[in-house]
């Protein structure tokens, strides 16, 4: 019986062991200010964009959460693209936009305004 329960505890630990190494934060976040659309595209390569996906991005300006948006799935295996309405920024604010996967870590890009 003991002998059982440590191969058991074994296989969990080595299949968990597993999962962590598959998963990865975004590789990248590209950010495309037009003057009213932001354009946010997270970089983030899966092989299934049902179970391992950006689930969060976060646009801030100037330090401030402007908006936020949930995921329950990523658009594709490459990548998330979204568009922000957020209008008119006075020239030299920073915008920083993290983006967040669902299993572990996440990643930024910022945007000096023009």
């Not at 997270?42 to 689930?55: C, E, G, I, N, T």
Request: net charge positive; charged share 20%.
């Amino acid at each position: 019986m003991r002998k059982l329960l440590a191969i058991l505890l074994a296989m969990g630990f080595l299949l968990g062991s597993f999962q962590g190494a598959m998963a990865h934060p975004p590789a990248e976040v590209l950010l495309d200010y037009d003057g009213s659309v932001l354009t946010v595209t997270a970089r983030h390569q899966v092989s299934d964009p049902a179970k391992h996906y950006v689930s969060r991005i976060s646009v801030f300006i100037g330090g401030k959460l402007v908006e936020q948006r949930e995921y329950k799935s990523q658009g594709d295996g490459s990548k998330e693209v979204d568009q922000f309405q957020i209008g008119s920024i006075p020239k030299g604010s920073e915008i920083k936009v993290t983006a967040v996967c669902s299993i572990m870590g996440s990643a930024s890009g910022t945007l000096k305004v023009q």
